[in-house]
Nanobody, 122 residues
């Protein structure tokens, strides 16, 4: 089970920190953040595999940072310099073992949270 939190409404240029609490040992999982803007498909934001390797979408690179605390079984997403285009529902996902950003495992085998809403106004 994955439970996201931390979503909010902010003004452009602001920051938010999302959290994802997992019910299992996160050290054994590749984990990631995905987002779905209103009326659009869900896309990858950033993934971290079980070795700690990360991959960011170009649109968030240098603004967002993923981190994980395996002792707490929690995943985080620090989002800075937020833009209106970042408005979306943000989802946490987990895949057992190794999965890269473009892996089909995110669509085939992942566990998903219910999402948390981020709204950025101009």
């Amino acid at each position: 089970q994955l439970v996201e939190s931390g979503g909010d409404s902010v003004v452009a240029g602001g920051s938010l920190r999302l959290s994802c609490a997992a019910s299992r040992d996160t050290s054994r999982y590749s984990m990631g953040w995905f987002r779905q803007p209103p009326g659009k498909e869900r896309t990858g934001v950033v993934t971290m595999d079980n070795y700690g390797r990360t991959k960011y979408a170009e649109s968030v690179k240098d603004r967002f940072a993923i981190s994980k605390d395996n002792a707490k079984n929690e995943l985080y997403l620090q989002m800075d310099s937020l833009e209106p285009e970042d408005t979306a529902t943000y989802f946490c996902a987990a895949v057992r073992g190794t999965a890269g950003f473009h892996s089909t495992q995110w669509h085939d085998n992942a566990s998903w949270g219910r999402g948390t809403q981020v709204t950025v106004s101009s």
